[in-house]
């Protein structure tokens, strides 16, 4: 079955950075667009940025554009999210998710498979 597993969370302090990563198995990794997304406590699930099943074109949210970057291996059927200059308000469980249409959505219902989410927390 599909599996993407996030990792690489944790606490940081304001201005600092994090990489997330996510590991896939079970699918076409090369075949699927990839999305980052985020839900803070009491707050809906957000989009964060994508990446077409290439590698050669990516998306992201305004509030985060500039500062946080996405990859992708796909020999190594790995997603990255590179996260600089972080924020308090970037405080969120991430998510990492796998798109088949490959679309290049930021809608989060145009996403199938879906990681467990790891928890990146920014101190002020």
């Known amino acids: 079955q599909v599996q993407l597993v996030e990792s690489g969370g944790g606490l940081v302090q304001a201005g600092g950075s994090l990489r997330l990563s996510c590991a896939a198995s079970?699918?076409?990794?090369?075949?699927?667009?990839m999305g980052w997304f985020r839900q803070a406590p009491g707050k809906e699930r957000e989009f964060v940025g994508l990446i077409m099943s290439s590698g050669w074109s990516t998306a992201y949210a305004d509030s985060v554009r500039g500062r946080f970057t996405i990859s992708r291996d796909n020999a190594k059927n790995t997603v990255s999210l590179r996260m600089n200059s972080l924020r308090p308000e970037d405080t969120a469980v991430y998510y990492c998710?796998?798109?088949?249409?490959?679309?290049?959505?930021?809608?989060?219902?145009?996403?199938?498979?879906w990681g467990q989410g790891t928890q990146v927390t920014v101190s002020s």
């Open positions: 079970g699918l076409t990794f090369s075949s699927y667009a």
């Open positions: 998710a796998a798109d088949r249409m490959g679309s290049g959505s930021p809608k989060s219902s145009d996403y199938g498979y």
